[in-house]
């Protein structure tokens, strides 16, 4: 990995981890381990180096949804796996985190990946779920587009409800209950 990746990741991890304000430039050089040269080298300051960390986040994160999305099984097979993909909820959502940093929301430039990958997110579930309800998975009263929304929002809920509690069941109990109400026919 060369400087310019290692600075990006260790953003990404520092967003995770301390939110806009507690990763500095410091933080970040050391964990890279890299000089501030090679830092101001690669980017114009800690705006420019942290969008650059929230786009590969973004990036991987819509990777891993297409992976699922797209996979095998029927569309409500996809939208459960998705749902179901391992993750470490006690960390929360490398994207819906930063939703909860007031300088990124505060931050037009920064914010902007973090709501283009969220209503991509809408957008794509939207469309699986339609194909659920063309298959006559899914209740076909429903509105597409609003089911999505009410998915991505129970599952960003559910990571709260998990770190809330020290405990990843309460993400568990929050995805099964979203699945329960999607077969409910």
């Not at 990777?63 to 095998?72: I, T």
């Not at 409500?76 to 909820?89: S, W």
């Amino acid at each position: 990995m060369d400087t310019a990746e290692k600075l990006i990741e260790s953003t990404r991890q520092l967003l995770w981890e301390r939110g806009y304000v507690g990763t500095s430039p410091k933080a970040i050089q050391q964990r890279a381990g890299a000089g501030q040269g090679s830092m101001y080298h690669h980017f114009s300051g800690k705006a420019d180096l942290a969008l650059a960390a929230v786009r590969r986040s973004a990036d991987e994160l819509r990777a891993e949804v297409e992976r699922h999305l797209s996979g095998a099984g029927t569309p409500l097979r996809r939208i459960e796996a998705y749902l179901t993909r391992e993750r470490d909820v006690l960390r929360g959502c490398q994207i819906g985190g930063l939703t909860q940093d007031p300088d990124i929301v505060a931050s037009p430039t920064l914010r902007e990946p973090v709501d283009a990958t969220i209503g991509w997110l809408q957008t794509r579930l939207a469309e699986v779920v339609a194909q659920a309800q063309d298959a006559g998975e899914i209740n076909d009263n429903l509105d597409a587009y609003e089911t999505a929304s009410a998915l991505v929002a129970m599952l960003q809920g559910g990571y709260v409800l998990a770190r809330a509690a020290q405990a990843p069941d309460a993400f568990d109990r929050a995805i099964s209950g979203a699945l329960a109400m999607l077969r409910t026919r």
